[in-house]
């Protein structure tokens, strides 16, 4: 799997999925309404020719690909076929559901060279999974998982903080349960509360307690301080602004379109408050971080230097451009 590889998104809102998962509407969060089919994969591509360089890998987002019935499969694939032979096509990408990945379904994937096989995992906590109606078991995520990896495919997992029953203990555990599968690559969704979904309903009833952005920004820079040390890139952290959900429907929950750079950033700051710690405080401090992350050390509106000055009693804290380790912080004389 290459992270580099253009992507050509093909979504799927809905199409196989036997379940309702209570935080779901797959047009608002896709912006799609209509499911992709051979003439809507036949037209993205081409359309993609004009401006996509020859290697890019075809995704197909949204729905449970390997729920659909095999006919539907096959003529999603066997579209895109004619480019994977000409080499436009380098790869190829699927979504799924952990309880829908069996022998017979990766012989199909594998027939119209898939590489990659995303699971919608979520939570590894059976009860966070119930009451998120997604009708499947952390179980069922291990034996997917397994199979996946031994049928040599590339294996992607999908995981969601601050889901109903959650919180943030279960969302580490998740962490440290995926990190046990192997993943190439995983995908940290804090949950959202949309219009139109039963969330959104146990939200406005009061039996549901919004996972804010501040929420997600917590336990998300320790669930990625996990992957981080087993290895394990992260592909995307939070839901992919889309204009449905940044013109309100949105209307709750950890939906902030630079919330990758809010986790990040919260990183930072923990990690110059560990250094802080150990050598004292002064009247004024300069910190130095790798060039490429001097904003994340600064936080946004300034935050985390007003949070040190605060924290420490610092009358004046610089930020410069070093030449340390990408996620290095050092004090300079």
């Not at 209509?34 to 995704?59: F, I």
Request: aromatic share 6%; hydrophobic share 35%.
């Amino acid at each position: 799997m290459n992270p580099r590889r253009r992507i050509i998104p093909l979504f799927v809102p809905h199409l196989g999925c036997p379940n309702d998962c209570v935080f779901c509407n797959q047009r608002k969060i896709s912006g799609s309404l209509t499911p992709a089919d051979g003439d809507t994969v036949r037209r993205t591509l081409e359309l993609a020719r004009e401006y996509t360089p020859a290697g890019a890998e075809l995704a197909f987002y949204g729905g449970s690909f390997t729920a659909i019935p095999t006919d539907q499969q096959r003529e999603l694939l066997e579209a895109a076929r004619p480019y994977v032979e000409q080499g436009f096509i380098g790869e190829i990408r699927v979504s799924t559901r952990p309880d829908k990945i069996d022998p017979a379904a990766l012989e199909l994937l594998r027939e119209y060279g898939v590489k990659t096989i995303e699971l919608g995992s979520q939570s590894m906590d059976d009860r966070v999974l119930r009451m998120s109606g997604r009708g499947h078991t952390a179980e069922d995520t291990r034996k997917a998982a397994k199979l996946i990896k031994a049928g040599g495919f590339n294996l992607m997992l999908q995981m969601m903080t601050g889901l109903p029953g959650s919180d943030g203990d279960t969302d580490v555990m998740t962490a440290r349960e995926l990190i046990k599968l192997r993943p190439d690559g995983v995908r940290i969704y804090p949950t959202v509360i949309i219009r139109d979904t039963a969330l959104y309903e146990l939200w406005q009833a009061g039996k549901y307690r919004e996972h804010t952005v501040d929420d997600a920004v917590s336990v998300c820079a320790e669930i990625v301080k996990e992957f981080d040390a087993a290895g394990i890139p992260i592909i995307r952290l939070g839901l992919n602004p889309t204009d449905d959900l940044s013109s309100g429907e949105a209307v709750a929950g950890a939906y902030h379109p630079a919330l990758g750079e809010l986790v990040y950033s919260r990183i930072y700051l923990q990690k110059a408050e560990q250094l802080i710690e150990k050598i004292g405080c002064r009247d004024t401090l300069t910190l130095g971080v790798h060039p490429s992350r001097v904003s994340l050390m600064i936080g946004q509106k300034r935050q985390n230097i007003e949070k040190l000055k605060t924290k420490f009693g610092i009358k004046e804290i610089k930020v410069i451009k070093t030449e340390v380790n990408d996620g290095e912080i050092v004090i300079l004389p």
